[in-house]
């Protein structure tokens, strides 16, 4: 399973935006980019997905390099609602979507 | 209540007992999954299921047992328990056609 590097921390102030960077440099060309956030206390949620293109929703946007090796997450208005721990994760399509978490990158939020 | 539901949300058991840990969904989800999330660290996945009758290994599947009879429900069975299974349990599910998973609130397992 390709593996995915982010730090383990950041710390951004409240609605500020808030780039946090993901490096995968051997995701392969069946790989989807996958973010999710575990807010404390609760299981993980769904943020956003790509796989070439950049992508928004209304959670998001995800950055993804031209040669696909490495992404960024953007929170464009950060609030405090969104301290959490986010998941890069790659995803195969061949293999029932099962997810393989790294470690994540811990947000903190200032008032 | 519609979603997915874990049961119990907290546990404690002894080392040696057998424990089942029940997960239940509402979408009629295909895909169901297991996770375990240790102090500190990511989820790592115990077992997935693709649709009822058919399931698979992840990356940490020793001391586990599921079963899928039924669509919507997936248990894990921890069939004699151990301290090292003290963990927080996170099911979750997917429908075929989708790319996002929902978790369940989770379970919290001490194995004393």
């Known amino acids: 399973d390709a593996k995915t590097t982010q730090p383990n921390s950041m710390e951004s102030n409240e609605e500020e935006p808030v780039h946090l960077p993901c490096n995968h440099s051997t995701i392969s060309g069946t790989d989807y980019i996958h973010w999710y956030r575990q807010l404390p206390s609760q299981g993980p949620e769904y943020v956003i997905h790509g796989l070439t293109s950049n992508v928004n929703n209304r959670m998001a946007s995800l950055a993804i390099a031209e040669d696909r090796k490495s992404s960024t997450l953007i929170l464009h208005r950060a609030t405090l609602r969104d301290a959490a721990v986010y998941y890069c994760?790659?995803?195969?399509?061949?293999?029932?979507?099962?997810?393989?978490f790294g470690q994540g990158t811990e947000l903190s939020v200032k008032p | 209540d519609a979603g997915i539901t874990q049961s119990p949300r907290y546990k404690i058991t002894e080392t040696g007992r057998q424990v089942t840990l029940m997960c239940h969904q509402t979408w009629s989800h295909s895909y169901m999954f297991w996770y375990r999330q240790d102090l500190g660290h990511g989820l790592r996945l115990i077992y997935y299921s693709a649709a009822a009758d058919i399931t698979d290994k992840g990356e940490v599947p020793d001391g586990y047992v599921v079963s899928r009879s039924k669509t919507e429900n997936f248990p894990l069975t921890l069939e004699s328990a151990t301290r090292s299974q003290t963990s927080v349990y996170f099911c979750?599910?997917?429908?075929?056609?989708?790319?996002?998973?929902?978790f369940g609130p989770g379970t919290r397992l001490t194995v004393t």
């Open positions: 979750a599910s997917r429908g075929g056609g989708s790319y996002e998973q929902y």
């Open positions: 994760i790659l995803r195969d399509n061949n293999q029932g979507g099962k997810l393989i």
